[in-house]
Every structure is written in structure tokens, then in C-alpha cells.
């Protein structure tokens, strides 16, 4: 079972740029697909971006398609997640986790877009 923890959240204006990083343990990460979800206050999580087990293949929310990029290195058992051109919406609780049959959720990290 793989275990998270994710980092690099802020405060930050409106138009800037954030790199969030999820650190996991555990042996089976690099056969996982792995993803990016996130949680407004009132809102259900959403998954905002996936990539696949070898990083080659990549999706996105609607929302986020063209500022938030996705990646993994394998050889840390990391994935990221890159967003540029951070909306106020953006503001949000962000998790890592296997894109398919989530479970065992970190703390997230807390993404905040203000002026």
C-alpha cells in the first residue's frame, strides 16, 4: 500500500505559479498510474490531472488543460504538479494519489490564489 505526502502549497496572486510535489512510499509506485485531486471547501474532490505508470501518457480536467502540467520521476517516488496562471477557483486543498481505486489519502496541501 502506498502512503503520500504532499508539499509545496501557498499563497499566491492571481496569474502565478506553483510546483506541488507528492512523495510516496512504498515499492509498487512505479507500476502505478498516479493523479492529482483536489478539494474546495463545500465542494466533492475532483480528480484535476493523471499520468500514466511510465509518464508518457497524461490527462487533464477541463479547468486546468493548458496551465497545470503533471509528472512523475520514478527513481524518487515523486509526482508533481506544475500550474502556472493560478484562478482564484484554483484555491483548493491539493492530494496525490493512484488515479484509479484512491485510497489512504495524505494531508494535502493547501493551494491558495488570492490578491
Known amino acids: 500500500q502506498l502512503q503520500f505526502v504532499e508539499s509545496g502549497g501557498g499563497l499566491v496572486q492571481p496569474g502565478g505559479s506553483l510546483r506541488l510535489s507528492c512523495a510516496a512510499s512504498?515499492?509498487?509506485?512505479?507500476?502505478?498510474?498516479m493523479a492529482w485531486y483536489r478539494q474546495a471547501p463545500g465542494k466533492q474532490r475532483e480528480l484535476v490531472a493523471g499520468?500514466?505508470?511510465?509518464?508518457?501518457?497524461?490527462n487533464y480536467a477541463d479547468s486546468v488543460q493548458g496551465r497545470f502540467t503533471i509528472s512523475r520521476d520514478n527513481a524518487k517516488n515523486t509526482v508533481y504538479l506544475q500550474m502556472n496562471s493560478l484562478k482564484p477557483e484554483d484555491t483548493a486543498v491539493y492530494y496525490c494519489n493512484t488515479k484509479y481505486d484512491p485510497d489512504s489519502w495524505g494531508q494535502g496541501t493547501q493551494v491558495t490564489v488570492s490578491s
Open positions: 512504498g515499492t509498487i509506485f512505479s507500476i502505478k498510474s
Open positions: 499520468i500514466s505508470s511510465g509518464g508518457r501518457t497524461t
